[in-house]
């Protein structure tokens, strides 16, 4: 049993020095938070209006039971098992097989997303001054022209996106407890509560009902294969599989945290927002007459018409909406970036073995770079191009569409068929404490049904099937 036996003395001391999350809770509400950013509150609800509504709700959630959780539950034995950043916590399970690069490979790509979506998450907070100060007001050709003007400003969104990623540093030099897990205390409720009161505001409006309806009276007519990849596919983005998100935060649990649970509570969180998200915006969508279909610039260009329309009676109310709002967006956006930003940082001071600031430091600089080129490349300056397409949208096709996948098929092949099923078995159960009864039936589907999902997913990317 080499691949057992060569975890060694130093791996075990290692493993009780690391710093774990405090507590049950710290566990859920940050992993949670990994999950839960723009792919739920943006990506859901425009993904939702351009597949159908309920119908393709339900083929996801079938999804999240068949790929999210069974993947889950894989990065989750692989980083508790590390005890230490993604790399090596694969490199410690490969036994110095090439299996390892599939570690640095979701390093890479936690790396790479975090500099894109700096960006994203800088408009965020943009917006909220901008609904702060009154600015999302006016006719509808304005407000698509603001975003435009802001977006191609060469300033403006990358102060933005330099300014989020500070306050990302922050909160990860303060460490796993004091930084990561107190914020996500204080986050992931503060979010939760903004979005059910915009959720109870939205459904309160005349002619919600239509929205209420769409998404949650089925019509599986429009059910095609498309919805069903398209579905398979939005799983896998919403829960940050392959993003070496999931596999560092399982670093810091405890032999006690039960992973089976953790990965369906987290699960029904993600998904419960991400519901509650399409709650929020469909019926005000549906009370103006907007088509739910308005694909990505639902959240810049359509919704700030939506709310000012819904609201053109009580502007204070559509005032306070529209702010609490983008709010809750900025808090989606950071609970995932501070995931993101993790992983690099985690990465970065245990293999260079410096400081946690030093390699958090090496990180938001490194992003900061990123994240501009990013942003200019969207009409600031020209040439910032790469294959004909601005950066910022080679880097979302290159880790959203290329690395992810092919990330996820191969965690899952090495933890189905290259991993001693026992050691597997044995974090499955926290070593016989917990039922196993549930083992066969996640082996068979990160063993089968997850790796043919997502080849599926890659291919029909590429138009293949």
């Given amino acids: 049993m080499p691949l057992v036996c060569g975890i060694g003395n130093r791996k075990q001391e290692m493993k009780e020095e690391r710093v774990n999350f405090g507590s049950k809770l710290g566990v859920i509400l940050a992993t949670a938070g990994s999950a839960v950013g723009l792919g739920n509150v943006w990506r ?10 309920a119908a393709f709700i339900l083929i996801y959630v079938a999804c999240v039971l068949l790929l999210g ?108 407890r004091g930084g990561i897990e107190k914020a996500s205390k204080m986050f992931m409720p503060t979010l939760f509560v903004l979005l059910v009161v915009v959720v109870g505001a939205s459904c309160l409006l005349p002619g919600a009902g239509k929205g209420i309806k769409y998404l949650f009276y089925p019509d599986f007519s429009v059910v095609n294969k ?12 919403s829960l940050s599989i392959a993003m070496g998100c999931i596999c560092t935060y399982a670093s810091y649990f405890s032999r006690q945290t039960n992973l089976v649970r953790s990965a369906v509570q987290i699960s029904i969180i993600d998904t419960l927002i991400a519901v509650l998200a399409g709650l929020m915006i469909f019926p005000a969508a549906f009370a103006v007459g907007v088509n739910p279909d308005s694909g990505p610039s639902l959240i810049f260009i359509t919704l700030p018409n939506v709310f000012q329309s819904a609201f053109a009676a009580m502007p204070v109310v559509g005032y306070v909406v529209s702010l609490m709002f983008y709010a809750l967006l900025t808090l989606a956006a950071i609970t ?111 063993r089968v049904v997850c790796p043919v999902c997502i080849l599926l997913i890659f291919l029909h990317q590429f138009g293949v099937i």
């Fill in 44 to 53: 859901f609800p425009y993904m939702t209006g351009q597949n159908g509504g």
């Fill in 69 to 176: 959780i069974p993947c889950m539950v894989s990065e989750f034995i692989i980083g508790r098992h590390g005890a230490s950043n993604t790399a090596r916590a694969y490199s410690s399970l490969a036994d110095g097989k090439a299996w390892k690069y599939v570690g640095y490979l979701g390093v890479l790509t936690g790396f790479l997303i975090t500099g894109y979506y700096a960006v994203v998450s800088g408009w965020c907070l943009q917006y909220i001054f901008a609904s702060l100060f009154g600015n999302l007001s006016g006719d509808p050709e304005y407000i698509k022209t603001y975003f435009a003007d802001f977006s191609q400003s060469p300033f403006r969104p990358v102060l933005w996106t330099v300014a989020i990623l500070l306050l990302t540093h922050f909160v990860i030099i303060h460490g796993v």
């Fill in 226 to 237: 498309d919805v069903f990849l398209n579905a398979l596919g939005q799983s896998f983005y």
């Fill in 336 to 446: 995932s970036l501070i995931s993101l930003h993790e992983v690099s940082t985690a990465f970065f001071f245990e293999e260079l073995k410096i400081s946690r600031k030093a390699g958090a430091a090496i990180v938001t600089v490194s992003c900061c770079v990123i994240g501009t080129f990013c942003s200019l490349s969207l009409g600031a300056v020209d040439g910032l191009t790469l294959f004909g397409k601005p950066l910022f949208d080679v880097f979302d096709f290159v880790t959203g569409q290329v690395m992810l996948p092919v990330g996820g098929f191969f965690t899952c092949l090495f933890i189905g068929w290259y991993v001693p099923k026992k050691l597997v078995r044995d974090e499955f159960t926290n070593w016989g404490t917990v039922s196993g009864r549930l083992f066969t039936l996640y082996l068979f589907c990160v």
